[in-house]
């Protein structure tokens, strides 16, 4: 089974605040457990949150604490999103009614061409959202990254304003259906103006995949060419 790498960190707006109606400030280390972290992948490494955080001093959770945050809310208001229901491979995943129509011509232009689009990411819920903002400032604090403060602007800080909360935005892997080889979404290096021609221009399934969206009104997250959103909802 083909997968995702590295696609569960946030791709929107990382200047955005916080959503307080989601998320607040810790209080005290004490009040931390397992809970407040997840397992993912960051900057392509497989990390524990919480057995990081167990490892750190006392001084470097002190330290850290005023960058993590606690749920304060199930998660952002989901009345208005629709389960998939007949997209083999998506079904059960919660999506915007207004893009879902749109979604499945991106999905049969997709079989129409001989591929098929693998799942990563749709709505993430504040279960989601809050532990990988957590897990991401431990992680880059033990990997000496200079911006962990800020989670190096590569996650979105809980918030009911990104792609992903609002269930307008999917994670996807392009698959031939032929062979069941995975080709695009290979590696998870983000795409800058420096490596556009190696990281982008240089891959022609990168290059399909983004055009397989667009022809649907869905627009490609700059950095990043696992990440879609429906330009007509965010």
């Known amino acids: 089974k083909a997968s995702m790498p590295a696609i569960t960190e946030e ?41 990081y955080w167990q490892g750190l001093t006392e001084e470097e959770k002190k330290n850290m604490l005023p960058y993590l945050y606690k749920q304060i809310a199930p998660s952002c208001p989901e009345g208005h999103l629709v389960k998939i229901d007949d997209i083999p491979g998506w079904n059960g995943k919660k999506i915007h009614p207004a893009v879902l129509d749109s979604f499945k011509q991106v999905n049969k232009l997709a079989q129409e061409l001989g591929f098929k689009l693998v799942p990563g990411s749709v709505h993430r819920p504040a279960s989601v959202m809050v532990p990988l903002w957590n897990t991401g400032i431990v992680a880059r604090y033990k990997q000496g990254r200079k911006d962990w403060t ?31 080889k995975q080709l695009a979404a290979t590696d998870s290096g983000k795409i800058t103006n420096s490596n556009y021609d190696t990281h982008f221009l240089n891959d022609p399934y990168k290059i399909l995949l983004e055009e397989i969206f667009y022809q649907n009104k869905w627009v490609r997250y700059c950095p990043e060419h696992w990440h879609f959103e429906y330009a007509v909802t965010t």
């Open 150 to 180: 800020n989670n190096e602007a590569k996650i979105a800080k809980p918030s009911c304003q990104t792609g992903h909360s609002m269930g307008a935005a999917v994670d996807v892997n392009l698959v031939h259906i032929k062979t069941s």
């Open 11 to 51: 791709e929107v707006d990382t200047d955005l605040p916080a959503d307080t109606t989601i998320a607040g400030p810790i209080e005290k280390i004490e009040d931390i457990d397992s809970t407040y972290f997840k397992s993912d992948s960051i900057n392509g490494e497989s990390v524990d949150g919480w057995s």
